[in-house]
């Protein structure tokens, strides 16, 4: 009975450690009396958790603050430099790469085109970035606490892409393989996941209950938040609305299937039309487009009718507060919006459209990348937290 009540205080001790960790986080600089009205925890508690987590530097004292009539406060500060966090956007033709520190803000960035998608080179490549970003990490307390990996394709929970399509993956077993090289913790996830989470915790998506992020590169991704969680589904396996079929007898898709959406709107549509107007890939359309050249104006047009009518079944199917456009069509936003807008009010039901908000990403190319990076920093946090 006593070891059972030791490890109820125990337990105890670690969630109100967790608790009062994550006030600092998110109210730094914060005093000890600010963290127990915040927390509802007493002083003295509050007090010799707090020595705890400065002796363990993730807390610092930064001097006294302002005084409501007595003795000064002394101000507490999240340490966001007591260690550092990879994370990686592995897309169909490229790798982008961000060291970040505890708070998510980005110290080194990489981006790399990945010529080669066979399975050896590509995890050559990768690790290469990797290893490159790793080096850069300046000296910490607990040094590079994970790998955040965003990738392409269907990513069960043991961190497999069991399919990418467009990457011609099947079976890769990329969290094993990375933990087997780097000894680091290592959470993969889909990268429209990545790019949701991305959103939600560093730009437009803050405070959305339900966001539907749409992550639209080489192909059409969607991360899903619903009541402000990310819905995965029963195995994990939601958010493939690139394969939604919008032609019942349309182009054949990579996945099998007759029609998807992403053959009509995504980058790789978009670059298969501009091909036939001498046009070599995005950044020379969006020059083009700058320049005022109709037929470029009309080819993005044309994606964002595309785009509307998926995302009219969408508003249509769940009602949410936001769709969000990220990814590399990001950048054509302006020549996009106007077809897409107009596409998607008429076909979506008024009553489910009347106040939805269309938005591009605010991080635009970086949501994946930084949602990649947020997931190895909420693993690193985890380990304070009473499960």
Not at 77 to 98: C, M, P, Q, S, T
Not at 177 to 200: C, F, K, S, T, V
Not at 331 to 354: D, G, M, N, V, Y
Request: glycine share 10%; with cysteine; proline share 3%.
């Amino acid at each position: 009975m006593k070891a059972k009540s030791t490890g109820d205080l125990a337990l105890v001790k670690k969630m109100n450690s967790y608790i009062v960790l994550n006030s600092i986080r998110k109210h730094s600089p914060v005093s000890r009396a600010q963290i127990s009205e915040l927390t509802g925890l007493n002083k003295a508690t509050v007090s010799s958790l707090v020595n705890e987590l400065i002796e363990s530097n993730l807390v610092l004292e930064i001097g006294p603050g302002a005084s409501s009539g007595g003795r000064k406060p002394v101000l507490l500060l999240f340490n966001e430099k007591a260690g550092y966090a990879v994370g990686i956007d592995l897309g169909v033709n490229y790798i982008r790469g961000v060291l970040v520190d505890l708070n998510g803000n980005i110290v080194s960035e990489r981006y790399e085109r990945l010529k080669q998608q066979r399975r050896e080179l590509a995890f050559d490549t990768l690790t290469a970035n990797i290893d490159q970003l790793i080096a850069q990490a300046p000296e910490s307390t607990y040094g590079i606490v994970g790998i955040g990996v965003g990738a392409p394709g269907i990513v069960d929970q043991s961190g497999t892409i069991l399919f990418a399509p467009n990457m011609k993956w099947r079976e890769v077993p990329l969290q094993q393989m990375l933990h087997e090289r780097y000894q680091l913790p290592i959470i993969i996830d889909n990268e429209a996941n990545a790019g949701a989470q991305g959103e939600q915790k560093y730009g437009a998506g803050k405070g959305i209950r339900n966001l539907i992020y749409l992550s639209v590169g080489y192909g059409i991704g969607s991360g899903m938040i619903l009541d402000k969680e990310l819905y995965k589904g029963t195995s994990g396996f939601s958010g493939e609305l690139g394969h939604l079929s919008i032609a019942f007898d349309g182009k054949e898709c990579t996945c099998g299937n007759l029609g998807c959406w992403e053959l009509y709107a995504s980058e790789k549509a978009l670059l298969e039309e501009a091909e036939t107007l001498g046009f070599d890939g995005l950044d020379e359309l969006i020059a083009a487009a700058e320049q005022g050249n109709d037929e470029v104006h009309k080819l993005f047009q044309k994606i964002g009718h595309f785009l509307g009518i998926g995302i009219a079944n969408i508003i249509n199917t769940l009602n949410p507060d936001c769709v969000m456009i990220g990814n590399r069509m990001s950048r054509a936003a302006k020549w996009i919006l106007p077809s897409l807008e107009q596409t998607a009010r008429k076909r979506a039901l008024s009553f489910h459209s009347e106040d939805l908000q269309i938005r591009f990403a605010e991080l635009q190319e970086h949501s994946a990348v930084r949602g990649a990076a947020y997931y190895a920093i909420d693993r690193f946090f985890e380990q304070f937290k009473a499960i």
